[in-house]
């Protein structure tokens, strides 16, 4: 994705050399988006059909959580927001009013991505703003290696040079300490102003060759592990979402593709062994296995900088979060965006290299936040993991938006949010967070029946407009992309 983004944005006007071996494999799990990653394809001038079918890749219209407040309960984190506005008041509030006099319309009805996704259906937004029909948004699901092979050609077609090698040793300036070059086991040695490091958990420059640190999140969010293997698409085939399903010692996620499923248990080794996490992940697939599981280890956190003198961490060498909001490829994305923005000389400005810094801090943080809010707003106390996250301290500024909306369901929003409105909602809602009161400005004694209304007549045009939608697999089908 670096070498794509920099070949497009700089042409010829700097050589960007790619260095990576064959024999190294790559995490390849992160095959869930959130819709920026439209914009990332778009920015490059490629075609979503192409993408689609290059990846064996679907539509995603949000992520459905099962088994996280309690047992045997499901709620839907939608792309877009929920419904259109009714006068000043949010939409939210109405549906509090209407379930505060009798309403049993779930909140995920009045999300049209939940009305298509509940149906195995799909197509893209309307344009026009008067439709229920523009009020969602959509992501991807992808095989990544794929992906990343689509990505090496778009590459080398624009003049980014693969070197096939291993890294056996890292220069440093002795008066600025910056990498001077690389030295591949081989005995080539390459040497750059700039360089970017995608070297994974490892972190071979950033770390390696910097020592630039590391903050540890895990005592926030406690799994440390994950055992992945895909399998057969099964049960109810090609959904055009995510599910996440909690189990004992963390959750399991499930990512249908065009060719097969993607699966994972993400888990705390401190409650569970590796062989009982693979044998309860193998026990919960929809098909018949096409890999024997694989499993990686992990320290959620973040490097101290992202930026350290001239190396700039990508992707997992830059920090880890779980992939429990289908984040991992969007923080790869932001950070070629903030290399872009800050892109340096060879004079290597301290100012922005502080700013990139800065604002890469204050993504993580929020993100980190939000993936919080799912695990210590449970009810569940059938296990120990469950207990513990539901006790445990949180950062301030989580526990800021968790008092506003119980004291009367405001959505706070602060500055690099990722996660909107609508996503805090779910989440809030989803987990049984219930605000104590409503929007003051909502007159409840006289606008309860407004309120109402409104609610059964929003879920209604959903529901229509949803049925009115081709399914999933025949849309795609549709627009050349299977």
Partial sequence: MTAAALAHALGTRCTITLIESDEIGTVGVGEATIPPIKLFNETLGIAEADFLRETKG???????????????????????????????VAVHQHWLAARAAGSHVPLDDLSMAWGAASRGRFAAPMADPRSVASTFDYAYHFDAGLYARYLRRYAEARGVVRVEGKVGDV?????????????????????????????????????????TGYEDWTHWLPCDRAVAVPCRTGGDGMTPFTRSTARGAGWQWRIPLQHRTGNGYVYCSRHISDDEAAATLMA????????????????????????????????????FMEPLESTSIHLIQTGIAKLLAFFPTRAFDPLAIAEYNRVAIIEYERIRD????????????????????????????????????????????????????????????????????????LDRSAGTAASTGFVDRLASAIGTMAQSMPSHADYLKRIGAC
């Fill in 171 to 211: 220069s440093l300036h002795g008066d600025s300490g910056h990498v001077a070059g690389v030295t591949l086991l081989d005995g080539r040695r390459i040497d750059a102003d700039l360089f970017v490091d995608c070297s994974g958990f490892r972190g071979l420059l950033i770390e390696g060759a910097l020592a």
């Fill in 58 to 88: 679907t539509f995603k219209l949000g992520i459905e959580f099962v088994d996280w407040a309690k047992r045997g309960h499901r709620y839907f984190h939608p792309f877009g927001t929920f419904g259109k506005p009714f006068d000043l």
């Fill in 284 to 319: 919960n697939l929809d098909g018949e296995a096409l890999a024997e599981p694989r499993l990686l280890q992990f320290k959620t956190g973040r490097r101290l900088q992202f930026w350290n003198r001239n190396v700039v961490a990508v992707g997992l060498a830059s920090g």
């Fill in 370 to 441: 939000f993936l919080i809010l799912h695990y210590m707003l449970t009810t569940r106390d059938d296990a120990p993991l469950w207990r513990e996250c539901a006790a445990m301290p949180i950062p301030d500024t989580l526990a800021l938006k968790i008092a506003h909306f119980r004291n009367g369901a405001r959505l706070i929003a602060r500055d690099m949010d990722l996660f909107g409105p609508a996503s805090w909602l779910a989440v809030h809602i989803g987990q049984g967070n219930a605000p104590l009161f409503g929007d003051p400005l």
